[in-house]
């Protein structure tokens, strides 16, 4: 265990918001702001040079939008251990969605309370993706009702995983946590975290919420089921 604080990098275009998140990252024991940026451009420059833990990453960004900049983060190596958590106004799904294609750890509305934020980037920071709640699963189940030709192709990736990978993968699709599928299949919490870990590896996932997403995309949870 580290007593290093949490490096928060701030990125949105409306100076305000940033002001004010900026205030209570620093106020907050346990967390420190690596940097401010105004655009996507900025925001990845600085993921690179801040030794950033989190970016609190705002959709809407001029030159380069936060999207983008989420799947360039995400896609570098070099900064493998960086979260993205996405700010939105929940009104835009097709956005979420996206967010979480790209490889964002999570969202949370602009409207949250400040402990509501602390909390989200505690838990993205510890390599959890916030998708636990039931909304947020009905939301990506929503989209991927849709026919979509890349189906085929992430259920022919399904076919590399065991039998257990594949149980394990579509109780973290449900929102479980590791204690809750350990308890489910009867297993410890370290085997549960292994099977995990080598599902990931084997789809190429960033992270936890990645296997949610793939898990609606393969077909191995249907939308509208659990």
């Not at 998140?21 to 702001?33: K, Q, R, S, W, Y």
């Not at 909390?119 to 990506?140: F, N, Y």
């Not at 039998?163 to 370290?190: C, F, Q």
């Amino acid at each position: 265990m580290t007593d290093e604080p949490i490096r928060v990098l701030l990125a949105d275009d409306q100076p305000l918001l940033l002001a004010s998140f900026a205030t209570l990252i620093a106020a907050t024991a346990g967390m420190c702001v690596a940097g401010t940026a105004r655009t996507g451009a900025e925001a990845v420059t600085l993921a690179r040079e801040a030794r950033a833990d989190v970016v609190l990453m705002d959709i809407r960004m001029p030159e380069l939008d936060g999207l983008a900049a989420t799947r360039l983060i995400t896609a570098d190596e070099d900064l493998a251990g960086v979260r993205v958590l996405i700010l939105t106004t929940f009104e835009i799904d097709e956005y979420v969605f996206a967010a979480l294609r790209s490889g964002a750890s999570g969202f949370l509305g602009k409207s949250a309370e400040p402990e509501e934020l602390l909390h989200a980037i505690r838990v993205v920071h510890r390599g959890d993706a916030l998708l636990t709640p039931a909304a947020t699963r009905s939301l990506i189940a929503r989209y991927l009702a849709r026919p979509e030709r890349g189906q085929e192709i992430s259920a022919h990736r399904l076919a590399a995983l065991t039998e257990r990978e594949r149980e394990v993968l579509g109780l973290v699709g449900s929102g479980l946590s590791n204690s809750d599928i350990a308890a489910h299949l009867t297993l410890s919490p370290h085997t549960v975290k292994t099977h995990i870990n080598r599902t990931m590896g084997k789809l190429g996932a960033h992270d936890r919420a990645q296997l949610v997403v793939f898990a609606y995309e393969s077909g191995l949870i249907r939308p509208g089921g659990a």
